[in-house]
């Protein structure tokens, strides 16, 4: 059946946001003082994504979690400072950052021009908008989903849900997911009944990974997507 419209992930497959963290963490660290070490910075990115796995199990808010991790940091590294003012400044550093991934302008371009493009992200509200409405992928994306705003990140299906209804798409078998993580994407996906691809970005697909489709490039992405689409604008 021919896709209508592109639900993508954004971070780690549009977005190098591996990138975006270690600029933004690197100049927080330094506003207080902290040298920011490839170990200091792979400490923060442990805390980090652990914390992140709880807000995908409903463990943990977005709220909490942006004190939390630098309340962790601190008392892990036994550093002096306010984690709530770090916070701040890390969010502030973050939203300016906007980084792409290799192919991902050429993707979206080339992909917007047969159908819409709904960006589905787990996020910080002020961050994911701030990176995502004043970028060069800005005039290819048709709208935004964040999780802090619907209120249940994926892999709820709500996410994907609410972009289908931005899309005007009924039929979940008419849309596909484009995403890099399992846990997030694809088991989103599989929870709203929507057609996937894992996007590895170079590596092999883990076994059992649970996706319709997997691409090591956008641009193998890009076939798999257009190979089956009827909508061009």
């Not at 497959?13 to 690197?26: M, V, Y």
């Not at 694809?186 to 697909?205: E, K, R, V, Y």
Request: aromatic letters at 8%; charged letters at 20%; one cysteine or more.
């Amino acid at each position: 059946m021919a896709y209508q419209v592109l639900l993508s992930d954004a971070d780690q497959t549009l977005f190098d946001f591996h990138l975006a963290e270690r600029h933004a963490i690197s100049e927080t660290f330094t506003q207080f003082s902290i040298e920011p070490t490839p170990e200091m910075i792979s400490l923060y990115h442990q805390i980090n994504d652990s914390l992140w796995k709880k807000i995908e199990k409903g463990e943990i808010t977005s709220e909490k979690l942006r004190v939390e991790r630098f309340l962790q940091f601190l008392e892990a590294t036994g550093h002096d400072a306010d984690p709530m003012l770090m916070s701040g400044v890390f969010i502030q550093q973050l939203s300016k950052q906007r980084f792409l991934i290799p192919g991902a302008l050429e993707f979206c371009a080339e992909v917007s021009r047969h159908m819409p493009i709904i960006l589905v992200t787990n996020g910080i509200q002020v961050v994911q908008r701030s990176r995502f409405l004043q970028c060069e992928l800005t005039p290819y994306i048709s709208g935004l989903v964040v999780s802090e705003e619907v209120g249940k990140p994926k892999p709820h299906p709500d996410m994907l849900y609410r972009a289908l209804e931005m899309a005007n798409v009924t039929d979940p078998s008419r849309a596909i997911m484009l995403g890099d993580s399992l846990t997030s994407d694809i088991a989103a996906a599989n929870n709203a009944s929507i057609p996937s691809i894992l996007f590895t970005n170079g590596s092999d697909a883990p076994a059992n990974h649970g996706a319709t489709y997997t691409a090591k490039k956008l641009s193998d992405a890009q076939t798999i997507i257009l190979d089956n689409s009827s909508c061009l604008l």
